[in-house]
């Protein structure tokens, strides 16, 4: 089984949609929780961090839910700008030294 | 603030060969990443240094990939020798300290084609 898994999708959404993702993990004892951005040829950046409360950055809202040990990420009004790789990353680990493992990626297009 | 930097931007190579990247992380910044992203995949994390000092090396392909970060600021990933299955590209991050909050900043990649 894959530490982390993601659904590669794509999904194709038309603007305005609501599309969410999720993200499950293996490691129960996994510390820390990102989503990022990966555009077509360009590296990997942050998004947004996952917190246990839940959190939310203008239409974007993400989710932790460490009994079912997934994570997931809300888009609401999506953008054609919105159109990109979503990449889950879990941390694990202690004592300082935390080791991150990325999922697939899920693809979004946003069509107009 | 200048980000991390990577060069060479692209690399095409016959198998069998050896090819180096060099990595310039975000300065004061002491933990350094080497990934591995093969096309329609994520990235795969190859060595995590602090400062100079390795972390985690669990899935470098130690028979063919080294990696070193003597000075504790810049990086080198070596392959030697290449195979087919080493195409991808190979990407450089760093962050402040490794905690397990902190954002990775990363550098643009090399693009590696292995004929």
């Known amino acids: 089984r894959k530490e982390v898994e993601q659904d590669p999708g794509p999904f194709n959404v038309p603007e305005g949609a609501t599309v969410a993702f999720n993200c499950t993990y293996s490691n129960s004892a996994s510390q820390s929780f990102f989503w990022y951005r990966q555009d077509c040829r360009k590296e990997p950046k942050l998004l947004m961090s996952?917190?246990?409360s839940g959190n939310e950055d203008g239409r974007f809202t993400a989710q932790l839910n460490r009994a079912s040990q997934y994570i997931s990420l809300l888009i609401r009004d999506s953008k054609l700008s919105d159109s990109a790789t979503y990449l889950c990353?879990?941390?694990?680990?202690?004592?300082?030294?935390?080791?991150?493992?990325f999922g697939r990626g899920t693809s979004l297009i946003v069509h107009p | 603030e200048a980000g991390v930097a990577q060069s060479p931007r692209y690399k095409i190579i016959e198998k069998r060969q050896s090819v180096a990247f060099w990595c310039n992380p975000i300065?004061?910044?002491?933990?350094l990443y080497w990934y591995q992203q093969i096309l329609g995949q994520g990235p795969k994390l190859l060595i995590q240094f602090q400062n100079n000092g390795v972390v985690d090396d669990s899935q470098l392909p130690k028979d063919r990939f080294s990696a070193e970060r003597l000075k504790g600021v810049d990086s080198t990933l070596k392959i030697q020798p290449a195979k087919l299955e080493d195409s991808a590209v190979y990407l450089c991050?760093?962050?402040?300290?490794?905690?397990?909050?902190?954002?990775?900043?990363f550098g643009p990649g090399t693009r590696l084609l292995v004929l």
């Open positions: 991050a760093s962050s402040w300290a490794g905690r397990a909050q902190e954002t990775q900043y």
């Open positions: 996952v917190y246990s």
């Open positions: 990353v879990v941390n694990s680990g202690s004592g300082g030294s935390y080791i991150p493992t």
């Open positions: 300065s004061g910044h002491a933990t």
